[in-house]
């Protein structure tokens, strides 16, 4: 059985398209002979879609999720002299966004067990000059929102949940997205809603917020050609938004064979010593859009990557191709050497960097397939 397996990818977008093909080409056919390639019904709908999944009054699709976090913080006024706390453990958009604005990240260690921030540690990297939290519910594992919110609330911070990797994702049966001021999506063709191009969309039960996205992501105008304000050109595209319609509709499904693969996973490496699985908090249901481990030695534990390299290259020996995110993280990068950030000083976002594989995880991903992962893991920690 095992043989049967040539390789296994880190993930395959294209299986995906194969199973809703028909419906697709129809729909995109439909745009195109439409006319309507800019805003109009097909965007609308999604909005009213996207927001109905939420539960949320309102939402704005844009041109990315990175969009959607720099209006986001548009939208709040955050910009120069303010401070935005974050996790230095995310892809680089979370943080470039802040820096876009004008405003100055400030970086909180993740937890070692969800690789997200650690909640218990932002009170004491709040300032005056505090203005927002971006929790990223990253891998698709969602952030401790009850405690993220009851400390937003006693300081007064907005809250904007970077929900690029974990759309569908719940915390207390309440989707991520929906629960702080604004929630931020992508809809980057692999993450868990993913459309066949680049797209984001914003989240939020607030009108104003709302009406001040609208705003911003159309040249800052509400009016045509009366501009009130610099805002930016980021809409979604009438074609992407069809296909995320017909997507969205799937999303539970797939979501749920993500959950699938990732209690098989579990179930196996949690019992191979020197693999540390992603572990869920209680309330929480994660919808993993990457699966990621991490791997430590005793007489290596943590200092250096090459350890980690090392099992990689013997998965892909095996024919199991891996990801790495993320090897650096934000408070490391060359662009944010001026915030004055020492090698040592955020120790756990550090070691994940040296720690991590993401191993292949996608809906499609067959039992087979997940049985090869396990095995040629095994065979590196035997
Ligand atoms: C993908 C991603 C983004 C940016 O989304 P784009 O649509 O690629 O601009 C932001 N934050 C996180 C955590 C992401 O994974």
Redesign the pocket.
């Known amino acids: 059985m095992i043989q049967s397996v040539n390789s296994v990818p880190a993930f395959d977008i294209k299986q995906q398209y194969a199973a809703i093909e028909a419906e697709v080409s129809h729909a995109v056919l439909e745009v195109l002979s439409s006319g309507r390639y800019i805003g109009g019904p097909a965007v609308e709908g999604f909005e009213q879609q996207f927001a109905a999944y939420h539960g949320v009054d309102e939402c704005v699709a844009c041109n990315?999720?990175?969009?959607a976090?720099y209006l986001a913080l548009r939208a709040l006024e955050i910009g120069a002299g303010d401070e935005v706390i974050t996790s230095p453990f995310?892809?680089f958009?979370?943080t470039e966004v802040i820096s876009a604005v004008g405003a100055t990240p400030v970086f909180v260690d993740v937890d070692a067990t969800t690789f997200n921030l650690d909640v218990t540690q932002i009170a004491a990297a709040i300032t005056p000059k505090t203005k927002a939290i971006i929790p990223?519910h990253?891998f698709g594992l969602p952030v401790d929102m009850t405690a993220l919110m009851a400390i937003a609330q006693d300081h007064n911070l907005a809250v904007i949940e970077?929900c690029?990797?974990a759309t569908g994702a719940s915390w207390n049966n309440q989707k991520v997205g929906s629960i702080g001021h604004i929630g931020c999506f992508?809809?980057?063709p692999t993450?868990n809603l993913g459309g066949c191009g680049?797209g984001?969309a914003i989240t939020t039960n607030d009108s104003a917020i709302a009406a001040k996205l609208r705003v911003l992501r159309e040249h800052g105008s509400k009016v045509r050609y009366i501009h009130e304000e610099i805002g930016v050109n980021s809409r979604l595209d009438a074609i992407q938004a069809v296909i995320l319609q017909i997507k969205l509709r799937y999303l539970d499904i797939w979501n749920k064979q993500r959950q699938q693969i990732g209690a098989y996973y579990y179930q196996y490496l949690s019992q191979i010593p020197g693999i540390i699985p992603p572990q869920e908090l209680l309330g929480g249901e994660a919808v993993w859009n990457q699966y990621t481990i991490r791997v430590s030695s005793e007489d290596r534990n943590g200092a250096s990557s090459k350890y980690r390299d090392w099992v990689r290259t013997q998965l892909q020996d095996q024919g199991v191709s891996t990801m790495l995110y993320y090897p650096r993280p934000l408070h490391l990068q060359p662009v944010y050497e001026s915030l004055g950030y020492q090698p040592g000083q955020l120790p756990i976002s550090e070691q994940a960097c040296h720690q991590v594989i993401s191993l292949p995880m996608f809906p499609e991903l067959k039992q087979e397939q997940q049985d090869k992962v396990i095995y040629a893991l095994k065979d590196c920690f035997s």
């Open positions: 990315s999720g990175t969009d976090l995310s892809f958009a979370t990223v990253l970077d690029a990797q992508s809809f980057y993450k680049d984001g």
